[in-house]
């Protein structure tokens, strides 16, 4: 065999490696707060409320092959409890006091195995997890259905979570003395954007 021969067997080797090298990609990635939205929904003795969450954080690593979901290796969420707004004050503060906002700031979620990915069409994933929800010091394991959308270099997870607030020994907050109570349970959905 040639010394060409020999170079140019390496070159096509070398053009391989790289080849697969780009197909098959782990995407280190955070969140995105200004495409990001999270919403908790909630029920009272007299009407429904909706607080908006203003600060969050998190980070993300993927494995994507050709644009297609392969993997989520890691994926952690934080909402800053005191950044929760519902833009009334008094309900804020009852929000915090119910939360224990001056020990625990945030509520928090940490994937810790994925169950199912699949793909509903081109760049769309519906993704079945187990996580631990971390609320007000109170750690409890929940599964998590959402979907995945691919743009890119971003990934936008959306869906939405019921919760029983009591589960994690939150009392739901009263106001008025009591005459206006909400109900334990909280729907959050959401639409989180890593980059």
Known sequence: MSKIQTKLGTLLTLVVVLLNLNTLV???SKVVLAESKLVVFGTSNLHDWEINAKAMSGKSS?????????????????VEVEQLKSGKSGMDKNTFKALNSN?????????VSVTK????????????????????GVTK???????VKIIGGKAIFSGKTKIDMTVYGVKPPTALMGTIKTGKDVTIDFKVTYN
Request: glycine share 6%.
């Open 141 to 147: 394991r929940i599964n998590q259905t959402f979907t």
């Open 103 to 111: 020990t625990y700031k945030t509520i928090n979620f940490k994937l």
């Open 62 to 78: 993927l494995t994507i092959d050709a644009g297609s979901l392969k993997a989520i290796k890691s994926l952690d969420f934080a």
């Open 26 to 28: 782990a995407q280190d």
């Open 117 to 136: 990915i699949t793909e509903v069409s081109k760049g769309n994933f519906t993704v079945e997890t187990q996580g631990d929800l971390t609320i007000s």
